[in-house]
């Protein structure tokens, strides 16, 4: 019984500290460090803006924002070298206009589809799921993490 109490306790610290010191940004569900990966362990199609962003939430609310009514928006990433990622299904990354005023746009495609499963745990990076995409929502992720634990346990 200790082991489980021991357990448990274990996976709700990961869970309170396995983000980091990235904050949260209303809309989106903060997965943890790591590119976004969909259920087939595949990375997503991109648009990112060349310049850097001082935030998440800058990134999130300023940025990646305004591809909120669209299917294949999934997220977004934000990165220790200040760049926001906004992230999409397999080719559906939405023609953006580069104009010499403003800082250009780089895509790139790959093979994610669907919704933000989980993430590579490679430095560098965070990922934020599009909480419009979260199926179960929030409670239904911690659930999830915390019974995949307690089983785990039990498992082994």
Not at 39 to 48: N, P
Not at 75 to 101: I, M, Q, W
Not at 117 to 125: D, H, I, K, Q, R
Not at 138 to 151: D, M, P, R
């Amino acid at each position: 019984m200790h082991s489980s109490a021991c357990l448990l306790s274990s996976t709700l610290l990961l869970l309170a500290t396995g983000t980091g010191a990235q904050e949260p940004v209303d809309g989106y569900s903060l997965l943890g460090r790591g590119s976004c990966q969909d259920g087939r362990g595949q990375m997503y199609s991109y648009l990112q803006r060349t310049t850097e962003f001082p935030n998440a939430e800058t990134c999130g609310k300023q940025e990646c924002d305004r591809f909120l009514n669209m299917q294949s928006y999934r997220g977004f990433e934000y990165s220790a070298s200040h760049r926001c990622t906004c992230l999409f299904d397999y080719e559906k990354v939405p023609p953006v206009p580069n104009n010499s005023t403003q800082p250009t746009y780089v895509t790139d495609t790959d093979g994610g589809n669907g919704v933000v499963a989980g993430l590579t745990g490679t430095p560098g990076a965070y990922c934020y799921r599009n909480s419009g995409d979260m199926v179960g929502g929030a409670t239904g992720f911690y659930t999830a993490t915390i019974l995949a634990g307690v089983i785990g346990y039990a498992l082994f």
